[in-house]
């Protein structure tokens, strides 16, 4: 299959888990997820309608994007991977959403830049419910304080959160930790399951969920 056609598959496949789960149709967001695939792979998913995208590096969807925002201005692109300090001025400046929140001096980086730039995207913050060491993300039972502090100690506005369970674990109890951690922080948008596990992610409660090779095919 093509490119479109995955996606379309992907899409059937998404509609089909909140029909089993008793969900309303259309309750999940589906992200590309982009990095590491050029401009042309995008252009046939804009072309369809689609408009969510995902990205792990700043300086990779920089030279992406722009081009295609300049023919395609209502897209919205996600930076879905780790976000450094010193990158936070440029994350601000080109997403639309950052789901990689994850610890004090980001929150503080992004108010900063939110601030000077006068430009608010999206924010979620990333748990790492595996509790793995070498993985970003705040962990589970500091989730719901970080959530706050970021709210009142750093005027942000918290609208998700993010995780990436395990590779070696079943996702579902990760899922559902996130979609607890989630109620209690009092945050609307949950956001998990990748090309392998997106549909166990809907069944789960995602209201958005993270796909790549599955839509793009298997990266070299």
């Not at 607890?180 to 166990?200: F, P, Q, T």
Request: include cysteine; hydrophobic fraction near 45%.
């Amino acid at each position: 299959m093509n490119v479109t056609a995955r996606y379309e598959s992907v899409k059937a496949d998404i509609a089909n888990a909140e029909l089993a789960a008793g969900r309303n149709p259309g309750s999940t967001r589906l992200v590309a997820v982009s990095k590491t695939y050029p401009a042309d792979a995008v252009l046939p998913l804009l072309h369809a309608g689609h408009r969510h995208f995902g990205e792990n590096r700043v300086q990779e969807a920089a030279s992406k994007f722009p081009a295609l925002r300049s023919e395609f201005p209502d897209l919205a692109l996600h930076l879905i991977g780790p976000l450094q300090s010193n990158k936070a001025a440029d994350a601000v400046a080109l997403f639309d959403v950052i789901e990689t929140v994850d610890r004090e001096k980001i929150a503080r980086e992004l108010a900063r830049e939110m601030d000077r730039q006068q430009k608010w995207p999206e924010l979620y913050v990333q748990v790492n419910t595996g509790n793995e060491a070498q993985k970003a993300g705040i962990l589970p039972d500091e989730a719901v304080a970080f959530v706050a502090r970021c709210r009142l100690e750093h005027g942000l506005t918290i609208s998700g959160l993010m995780c990436i369970p395990p590779v070696d674990e079943q996702a579902g109890p990760h899922f559902d930790l996130l979609r607890k951690l989630a109620g209690e922080a009092g945050v609307d948008v949950i956001s998990m399951g990748m090309s392998g596990d997106y549909e166990i992610a809907v069944a789960h409660g995602a209201t958005s969920v993270r796909v790549g090779s599955a839509i793009f095919g298997v990266r070299s």
